[in-house]
């Protein structure tokens, strides 16, 4: 059963063929962990979770990374501002990045690489840029030669010429041409930086990811996934410094996820309408967001509202009350001896039918149209009087099982009392005060997980369910 992919480079859908049998190879863009992340962040967290989750589903082994970028001038900024260490603020927002996204579900990568604990291999890789003509010094700075690399413009479908028309020099750069950009930047005064063969500095931003990826995952991946805004020129960049150090193809696959707009309207601080994943979570279930976000194809832009969030908690209802109602005839009928065949061939087809559109560009809207199919034929049947123990758990199974590929929890949690939590809760505070910090992280996440929002006060920890 052969999975087809939209290919930004090519702009098609192609038939995923991996470079080692059972194996995915997959390079997600990051975040720049400067502050909390914002929704529109969260998009390509859920969408490439849930292609990773597929692949699985389909027996494939993935190598999953996702990067960190925690060094560069906005970290620098946060940190004069806050009059901080760049790494401290760094680990603040990478810690509170993995709880923001693990309330959607989001399982962790294999490989969450970081630019400072990478810095050698950033280097060395500038460094054979240089030693290829690819790349040149320039007053402590160093520039990639663009013209070098005759492809370039090929992912984002734009020529050399037309990209130097809206190209200009900056303000104390010192480029040969003005499409030519930075590796590495010399570090100014006080300015967090590592040594170099040119300067102290630190690296340009797309030559993190070029170089992450290749000591992960190798010259040549498989997959290359991040959001729309990526393409060019951070993806376009990637692709020429990877190819001209690597004499490879980079990535046979480029995946990009469409934008979020806000109340119809794009998301900015300007506006007013720059939402925050940490303040949305505690105001909606995660699992509702994450299924509002499936609900439209991930190429195509999605509008965030409380309506349609509204209407997209009221369809997860729909399908987690099927399951309820197949648990109460279950647990409550007394006669479940008949047996219809016919029942469990339609469960197959169904469960055909939504492969069929996952195998076709990962179409989760069509996928959960699918279940709900599936949870409209299982209310059907149990208005039938004679019904069968495998034929509702087969139907539990498949709602079950069909979630859970995107990533949606249907089987809720058994419920804590209120006198477990608050146990809980002094067991947090007495490893805090002991300095076990691992076991009241994994208390908190553990609450978390089932829907207990901890706030730490000066009056002491409140908790409230989410």
């Given at each position: 059963?052969?999975?087809k992919?939209?290919?930004?480079?090519t702009?098609?859908?192609?038939?995923?063929?991996?470079i080692?049998?059972?194996?995915?190879k997959m390079?997600?863009?990051?975040?720049?962990?400067?502050?909390?992340?914002?929704?529109?962040?969260?998009?390509?967290?859920?969408?490439?979770?849930?292609?990773?989750r597929?692949?699985e589903?389909?027996?494939?082994?993935?190598e999953?990374?996702?990067?960190?970028?925690?060094?560069?001038?906005?970290?620098?900024?946060?940190?004069?501002?806050m009059?901080?260490?760049?790494?401290?603020?760094?680990?603040?927002?990478?810690?509170?990045?993995?709880e923001?996204?693990?309330?959607?579900?989001?399982?962790?990568?294999?490989?969450?690489?970081?630019?400072?604990?990478?810095?050698?291999?950033?280097?060395?890789f500038?460094?054979?840029?240089?030693?290829?003509?690819?790349?040149?010094?320039?007053?402590?700075?160093?520039?990639?030669?663009t013209?070098?690399?005759?492809?370039?413009?090929?992912?984002?479908?734009?020529?050399?010429?037309?990209?130097?028309?809206?190209?200009r020099?900056?303000?104390?750069?010192?480029?040969?041409?003005?499409?030519d950009?930075?590796?590495?930047?010399?570090?100014?005064?006080?300015e967090?930086?590592?040594?170099?063969?040119?300067?102290?500095?630190?690296?340009?931003?797309?030559i993190?990811c070029?170089?992450?990826?290749?000591?992960?995952?190798g010259?040549?991946?498989?997959?290359?996934?991040?959001g729309?805004?990526?393409t060019f020129?951070?993806?376009?960049n990637?692709?020429?410094q990877?190819?001209?150090?690597?004499d490879?193809?980079?990535?046979?696959?480029w995946?990009?996820?469409?934008y979020?707009?806000?109340?119809n309207?794009?998301?900015?601080?300007?506006?007013?309408?720059?939402?925050?994943?940490?303040?949305?979570?505690?105001?909606?279930?995660?699992?509702?967001?994450?299924?509002?976000?499936?609900?439209?194809?991930?190429?195509?832009?999605?509008?965030?509202?409380?309506a349609?969030?509204?209407?997209?908690?009221?369809?997860?209802?729909?399908?987690?009350?099927?399951?309820?109602?197949?648990?109460?005839?279950?647990?409550s009928?007394?006669?479940?001896?008949?047996?219809?065949?016919?029942?469990?061939?339609?469960?197959?087809?169904?469960?055909?039918?939504?492969?069929?559109?996952?195998?076709?560009?990962?179409n989760?809207?069509?996928?959960?149209s699918v279940?709900?199919?599936?949870t409209?034929?299982?209310?059907?049947?149990?208005q039938?009087s004679?019904?069968?123990?495998e034929?509702?758990?087969?139907?539990q199974?498949?709602?079950?099982?069909?979630?859970?590929?995107?990533?949606?929890?249907i089987?809720?949690?058994?419920?804590?009392?209120?006198?477990?939590?608050?146990?809980?809760?002094?067991?947090r505070?007495?490893?805090r005060?002991?300095?076990?910090?691992?076991?009241?992280?994994e208390?908190?996440?553990?609450?978390?997980?089932?829907?207990?929002?901890?706030e730490?006060?000066?009056q002491?920890?409140?908790?409230?369910?989410?």
């Amino acid at each position: 059963m052969s999975i087809k992919i939209y290919n930004t480079l090519t702009r098609q859908k192609e038939t995923f063929q991996p470079i080692e049998e059972g194996k995915v190879k997959m390079y997600v863009c990051g975040p720049t962990v400067y502050n909390y992340i914002h929704i529109g962040n969260a998009r390509p967290a859920i969408v490439f979770d849930t292609v990773r989750r597929y692949f699985e589903y389909q027996g494939y082994e993935v190598e999953y990374a996702l990067n960190f970028t925690d060094v560069d001038d906005k970290l620098i900024k946060a940190a004069n501002e806050m009059n901080e260490e760049v790494p401290d603020i760094a680990e603040r927002f990478i810690k509170a990045y993995k709880e923001d996204v693990g309330a959607f579900g989001i399982r962790e990568a294999v490989h969450h690489p970081r630019v400072t604990e990478n810095m050698d291999e950033i280097i060395e890789f500038i460094q054979t840029l240089v030693d290829k003509g690819h790349a040149y010094e320039s007053g402590g700075d160093v520039y990639f030669r663009t013209r070098s690399f005759d492809s370039y413009g090929k992912l984002s479908h734009q020529s050399i010429d037309e990209l130097r028309s809206g190209a200009r020099i900056e303000v104390g750069e010192k480029k040969e041409d003005p499409i030519d950009f930075t590796l590495w930047k010399s570090a100014k005064d006080n300015e967090i930086s590592w040594e170099s063969p040119w300067s102290k500095g630190r690296p340009g931003w797309h030559i993190e990811c070029s170089a992450m990826a290749k000591k992960y995952l190798g010259d040549t991946i498989d997959i290359h996934a991040g959001g729309q805004d990526l393409t060019f020129p951070h993806h376009e960049n990637e692709i020429a410094q990877s190819e001209a150090c690597n004499d490879k193809t980079f990535a046979n696959y480029w995946m990009h996820n469409g934008y979020i707009n806000i109340e119809n309207e794009k998301m900015s601080k300007s506006l007013g309408n720059f939402v925050l994943v940490n303040d949305i979570i505690k105001q909606h279930d995660p699992q509702v967001i994450r299924f509002f976000m499936l609900t439209v194809h991930y190429r195509h832009p999605i509008n965030f509202s409380e309506a349609l969030l509204q209407g997209a908690k009221s369809s997860l209802e729909r399908i987690k009350n099927a399951h309820q109602n197949l648990e109460h005839r279950k647990q409550s009928s007394t006669n479940l001896n008949g047996k219809d065949e016919e029942w469990l061939t339609k469960l197959e087809e169904f469960k055909q039918r939504f492969m069929d559109e996952m195998n076709d560009d990962f179409n989760t809207a069509n996928a959960i149209s699918v279940l709900f199919d599936i949870t409209k034929e299982a209310n059907v049947y149990l208005q039938s009087s004679h019904t069968s123990q495998e034929v509702i758990e087969a139907f539990q199974k498949a709602i079950v099982d069909l979630a859970g590929v995107l990533g949606v929890q249907i089987e809720e949690a058994d419920e804590l009392l209120d006198d477990e939590i608050d146990a809980l809760i002094q067991e947090r505070i007495d490893a805090r005060k002991n300095r076990d910090f691992q076991r009241a992280d994994e208390i908190r996440d553990n609450l978390k997980e089932r829907n207990i929002i901890l706030e730490d006060t000066p009056q002491g920890t409140r908790w409230k369910r989410g």
